[in-house]
Each structure stands twice: as structure tokens, then as C-alpha cells.
């Protein structure tokens, strides 16, 4: 199982990687995470890699990953070709506009990027940023990635696994907030899986 | 909770499972567990986080762990701890042990007592460095064994075993992780023993005084070491043979794991010569390898070091078997080896295909270069010394650290970028060169305390006028935050003298030292125009706290924007964006610094 987290630095890449991998190692399974961090932490891309099993590198190959949890809208169409054929995107709507743009260097089409994620992926949309701040706080945003992911089905994890990951992750103060955020996820993808019976 | 009952908790905590551990992490438990006691490093990515482990793991207080004010203050320290025979760690990034490469050359001769680890992360890419440095040449040049780990558990492994190493040969020993070690995370069960021993203490002996006699001796001895540790080498499991086929591939580090996934992934028939413990070169291992296949392709980041070796020991044992790799331009010299460019290669060297890469989208995304951050007191810094000198003839010279990001678009603001505290000297050289310049240097604090006190003595002795500019953000942002001399508090949270960089400046006879706040925005345009034109040398000191560490009381806005997108030109902090042509302010990025309303009246604190 092999899943790629992107976003922009400061958005709790990171801690969702960490949060997924260790719940596979609950299941009994080999897991390693491979990291952005550094320069490229201040605003620019990042990209976080999942692998559970037995791959000895920790970066995902393009067109190798089973899932992309993306955290903004660009980043998330920006790491598409790392998809296999089959495999499923989880993209948070939110924009997160940079400063090339706002210094009219490059364009930042929302429109036009969303129908590339959809005409070239299984995608599903979701407003992360909302329901991170109808929990409590924007920071929440990975959490209820992580439930979208679970809602979805395809981590191959218990919902019980990845709730102790995370009481194991996120410090106390913070613990009640973001387990509100994963079951927030969790309900959003579910529905549209009744819906629309994407898998 | 002692370190021994606090790791038997780290593998307890779910159900005696294992460990997900960043390979940073990795190093710094398998240092605690081989009972180092003492610690000391700079940070540096991509090896921050090896100290900051070894810290946050010391939970019985027995590691003296510090942040040194630099690569060279680190490792020498480490050096007395391990002649008094206690193990000792130091931590540095590749660039770091050029800084420390003194120490580090005469300590090959010299020799250690207590195990001694030299952990120097290098950065293939580079991703976060100034060069693509390979440090298995250090190991080759100071005559100290070099081992390579291929991942995080390997990692673990390998730094254990070398505190044991180092106490067997009296010698320290290199551990060179590289980025996607250091940064990727592995599931490593950790140890829940912790070694014990009584250090002897330091004993006085001659052979702690590096003299000319002692060195040719030594020298004498530690070349015939070299040949032991070489035969050593060829039996130690980091490095081993795998698989029978007729084609060979050369590897080690971090590439070795992707040459692993690739092998696995097609079915191919290869013979993998894995290669952790790269230096001295186990030559007995290497020639069974040349002898047992038809051709060999070498797979490794950075420089061309087990290449070079196997022709070393085909020349010496005349063995002749086709190698392919960087020396003759089949693999390129430079950048980062990942999956699919491994592949790449391995499919020229196979002659087949083994898949189709997409990676094109057709789409182009706009780029995310780093910024400086939201509210980020270097940007009104920077902002401040434009102003005060637009129109003059100015030269900016540049340092390490988040600052070095003023080299962008709008700011335009650093010119030159050499090594840790070259600016202030590199600026030194242009205003000799070019008398009518007005040159500035830009100085984060604890690159002053690492390596720009020496150059500021340098202008006031030799009398050349720059202006310094020291971009006091009271800690070590880029990596991560780490406290300095002149806080006032160490790495573990016990304070310290607070070093005042003011009284630093004007006891080294800087002719003009101001403090100021950027953020009092016009005072600081009027110090630096006044510092500018002062004959002697000035220092500037621009002190505010760095954005990530203060919570903003407020935020600025918009009000009527007529979309002249000024403020954005001037100082495209990344809170300012565009909407429906007009500016408005991202309030969950804006840090209310109010630099933005000395641009434009129309913005407003609230």
C-alpha cells in the first residue's frame, strides 16, 4: 500500500504521514514514511510518502501509488502521474495561492486544475479546511484527510487502528478536536460512497 | 524515568510493537542505547534532528548534550570527552566538517579512547545545501573508517556497532547518512538495554600531544591498519553479495534500497555488491564480486567513490571486467538518484525496456519556491536597507540561513552566498576591489556566533568599511529553531549567559554598532543610511523575533484596494494575494507585522 500526502509547507504533511504509517505497524506491517524537510518546509511543495510492506526505498515510483492525499488544490494535480491507473485522490478544495502568482508570474486556475484532477484520476473533493474549522481549528486539516481516507475504504486499516495512531501522534490538548475532525472525514466520504458507489 | 526504562516504554507502548522512527531518530536512539554520554553538534539539514533525539531521549540527564557554536567547536569537544573514555557523539551536515575538518584530519592521527561517532549527513540533490559535497572522501583523507547506511534500521545498526568499532581501533568512526535516510522513517525495534561502563577518565600520555615524531609514527601504524581494517570490512554483513546472476551492480546508501525495490519489482537476474562500510574499500569482498560477473554497473549518489575503488582493486589484483558508471558519463554526476531515473539506467545497462514512465501531465502548475514566511522580521530588514539605499551604488552580500531567501523576487536583496559567514568577509573583498561601493553584509545571530566574529575583527583590523547587518531573530530558524549563545538558554533548557552581540561588535571596534527594530520602520531606514555613511565599519543589529515563534494580536487588511498591486511588488510577503484583480490579506498567514501599511495607506492594522 503506497500513499502520497502533498501540500504546501506548514500544513501538517508530516504528522499524517506519521499518523498512517504507525497505524500500519499496529496492524503487524512494515511501514516507512519518506519526508520533505528543510527549505522547501518554508511555503514551497511538499511530499510525503507512505509505503506499507516490504519496500525498501522510501519514495513512491510515478504511477506507483494506490492513494493521493492532497492537502491543496494545485499540489494535488501536480502529483497526479504518481497515481497508478486504478488508484484513488482525496483533494482538499482549498487554495493556497503563491506568491509567483500574486506577483503575475504564473496563472493559478482553480477551475482548470480541478477538471485536470478529474479527467485524470478517480478523484473525490472535499472542503478539508471547512470541516477542519467546523472542528475547532484549520490545523485539523490532516486528520480529517486521514478520515476521508478511512471513510473511503481504501487504507486498509481498522478505524480502530488509526484512532489509536492517532491518540498515539497528537498531544491531549489537541486530541479531542482532531478525532472530531477524523469522524468528520470519515461521514463526508462515506455518504458520497453510498451516493455515488465510486468503489 | 531512567533512558533505560523510558526506551523499554518507547517499545512497549502499543502492544510490544515496533517503531516508526525517522532515521535521524534512529541514529540518536542507537548512540543512547550504546551509552553515550556526551553529545555535541550544529544543526544542519539535513542532520538537525540526530542531537535534538539524542536530547529529547536523555531523559536521566546523564548525556550532556549541547548545540556548539560550531562544527569545529563540536567535534573537538567530543574528541576530549572520548580520551577521558566515555562514547561520544557529534553531529554535523556535510559543510559543517569542512568547518571542523582541523580537528578532524589531525584526530585520524591522534586517535580516541572512548567510541567516538563523527555522524555528517550529506545532501545529494542538493535539496537544502550549498554543495553536493561527498563525505567517504573525508574518511579516505583523515585515514577514519566511513560507514554508509542504506536506511533507518540500517542506520540503527551501524551506529552501535560503531561506538564498538571505534573502541577496537581507537579511531572515530564516520557515519554519512544521506537525505532519504535522515528523512525517511523505517520500523526499527529498539534496543531496551542500555551499555553500561565505568569511564577511566583522562589519563596523561604523551600521545595526546600531536607532534611531528608522533605523526610519522602513527602515520606508519594507521596505514598498516588500514589493510586490517579493509579484511575486517570484507566480513562485516553491512557489506555483502546478493543474488547470482551473470550481470553485477555496484551500490551502497541510500541507492542501494532503490536498486532493491527495482530488482524485486522486474525479477532481475543481477548480482548486487552492497557496500555499507565504504571506506577503507573491503577489497577481498570486492574482487570475489568482479570474479563472479560478466560487467558491473555502479549505482551511488554523489561522487564516484565505489566506482573508483573497484578499478583500484581490478588494477591491483588485474582483474578486467567492463564498468559502467559516473567516470564514464553512463550515470550522471550530479543530482539525486530515484526510482525512476535508476531505472532508467538499468534498463540502458540490461538493454531492455522495463517500463513506460509517464510523468508528463501536459499541465503547467505554478511554481512554489520557498519564501520568506508571513510577518518574517527579515523581510522588513531587508525592505528597510533597500530604502535606505535605492539610488547608491550598492553591493549585498548574503550568508546562510532563512535570509539567504532575500535573494528572491520582489526583494531582490541578497547578491552573493558562499559558505557559513563568508559574507561579512566576501564583502570585505569587493569593497578592496570596489572602493566606491557601498557593500553590505547580511548576518543571521547564530551564524554571527558560528563564524562572523572572526571576519568583523577582520574589517576593523585591516580597516575596510562595510556595513554589517546582523538579522537578530533570537534563534536558528532555518532548522528548525534551535537556541544560540546569545539566548541566554541551552538545547536542554537550562539558561546560560546570554551573549550580547551589541557588546560583541563594540568590543571588536566596529566604529558604528546600532540596535534597532525593522518593524519601527522609518527609524530603521534612518540607521542604516546613517551606519552607510560613517567611515569606519558599521554594524546594524535588526532585532525582532522570528514570525514562527510569536502568536500575532492582530491582523492587517484592505480597505478600497485600487489594485496597484505595489505593496505586492515591493515586498511580496506571502499574505498578500489577489483576488478579482484587487489585494487582499490571507488572515490565516498574516502575522499582523504591518510592514505592508508602510507601502500602502491603504492598509490598516486592526
Known sequence: MDILITGVGGQGTILASKILAYAYVIEGRNARTGETIGMSQRGGCVVSHVRAGNAHSPYIPVGGADLLLSFELCEGARRIPYLKKDGFAIVNTASIIPVSTALGMADYDAEKITKYISENSNAIFIDADKLARECGSFRAVNTVLIGAACGLGVLGLSKDSIVQSIKKNIKAKYLDLNIKAFHSGMKTTGEMKEKCKVI | MTANEKINDITRRVNDLKEILLGNTAIALGAVVAGVRVAAGYPGTPSTEVLESVAKYNTDGKISVEWSTNEKAALEVAAGASWSGVRAIVTMKQVGLNVASDPLMSLGVIGTKGGMVIVVADDPGPISSQTEQDTRHFG????????????????YEMTKYAFELSEKLHLPIILRPTTKVCHSSGTIEVDTEVYQYEPEGFVKEPKWVIFPPLSYRRHLEIEQQQKEISALFSRLPFNRIEGNGRIGIATGGAAYAIVRDIVESYELDVTILKSGAVFPPPDQLYSEFLQRVEKVLVLEELDPVIEEQLYHIMAVRKIEKPIRGKLNGFVSPAGELRFENTLKIIEKFIGRKLKNIENESGMVFPQRP???????????????????????????????????????????????????????????????????TNVFAFIGDSTFFASGMTGLANAVYNGTKINVIVLDNSTTAMTGHQPHPGIGRTMMNTSSPKIDIFSVAKSLGAEFVEKVNPFEFDLAVKTVREASEKKGVSVVIFEAPCAALVKPDNVCAVEDCTGCKKCIREIGCPALTVRDRKVEINRALCNGCGLCTNVCDRIIRL
Open chain 2, 370 to 436: 520557498p519564501v520568506l514566511c508571513a510577518g518574517c522580521p527579515h523581510r522588513a530588514s531587508f525592505y528597510a536597507v533597500k530604502k535606505a539605499m535605492r539610488g547608491k551604488k550598492s553591493v549585498f552580500c548574503g550568508d546562510i540561513g532563512c535570509y539567504t531567501l532575500g535573494n528572491g523576487k520582489p526583494l531582490e536583496m541578497t547578491d552573493t552566498c558562499l559558505c557559513m559567514g563568508a559574507g561579512i568577509t566576501v564583502a570585505q573583498g569587493i569593497k578592496k576591489a570596489e572602493p566606491d
Open chain 2, 140 to 155: 579516505k583523507f583523515a585515514n577514519i573508517p566511513v560507514l554508509d547506511p542504506s536506511s533507518p534500521e540500517e542506520a
